[in-house]
Nanobody
């Protein structure tokens, strides 16, 4: 059974940094591109970062490019999201997501975790 469990969210001041972690199990981690998606209050899901199976390639949404970094550890079967210069508009529930086997960069995730709340406020 696929399990994705996020951690690391919380309340953070604008301009600070935060790192989210996703621990996974129940599938062949190294065979799947992974992603982070988020949902802000009263808004739909927004994918913000994707990483290739080997971790050497990544894609970012315009809203986070240059501030957030996605990475993965294929031994530990985890992905991380390093968030720098966090802004109030980054307030959202952040989800770790698994893309289908053989997915392209434009494919939607097929599984996601329960999420972790990030609130940006002074």
């Amino acid at each position: 059974q696929v399990q994705l469990v996020e951690s690391g969210g919380g309340l953070v001041s604008p301009g600070r940094s935060l790192t989210l972690l996703c621990e996974t199990s129940g599938f062949t981690f190294g065979n799947h591109r992974m992603a982070w998606v988020r949902q802000a209050p009263q808004k739909g899901l927004e994918w913000i970062a994707k990483v290739s199976t080997d971790g050497f390639a990544s894609k970012y949404s315009d809203s986070v490019r240059g501030r957030f970094t996605i990475s993965r550890d294929n031994v530990k079967k985890t992905i991380s999201l390093r968030m720098n210069n966090i802004q109030p508009e980054d307030t959202a529930v952040y989800y770790c997501a698994k893309l289908p086997y053989g997915a392209t960069w434009t494919d939607d995730p097929e599984n996601r975790g329960p999420g972790t709340q990030v609130t940006v406020s002074s």
